[in-house]
């Protein structure tokens, strides 16, 4: 069960990544990729969550993890900010697709990028476990 849920977690984080990759690209002016914006807003939704729930399986399910672990609490603080941003990054493409609005910031895709790459970092190393 532990391969599974990992093998999962970890494929989502990386769909993750890869949307955000889509979503810098987008921004660097690859209009071209803006119609991918409609396939990459559900990724990103579907990938969000299912990070959060492997992860949170992982630490039941796992006996030398608690949902309390400073490093744990930290990915899910880190998984609210990335949330927060990323739906901004995808509803805003999804509106430009349409024609309603312009771009999202830079300041978005940055925070964006941040919150994961610290969220891959604290996923890897585990400080404090």
Known sequence: MYETLLFLHVLSAFVLVAVLG?????????????RL????????????????VFGIWLAFDVSGYALWDGWIVAAI????V?????????????KMTAGMAERPTLSAHVVATAA??????DMIWKPGA
Do not use: D, E, T
């Open 116 to 121: 994961v790459a610290l969220l891959l970092i």
């Open 77 to 80: 603080a880190l998984w609210l």
């Open 82 to 94: 990335q949330g927060a941003f990323g739906s901004q990054l995808a509803l805003g493409y999804k």
């Open 22 to 34: 889509i979503y810098w690209a987008i921004y660097a002016g690859s209009s071209s990729l803006v």
């Open 37 to 52: 914006s409609g396939l990459a807003f559900p990724l990103w939704g579907a990938a969000s969550l299912s990070v959060l």
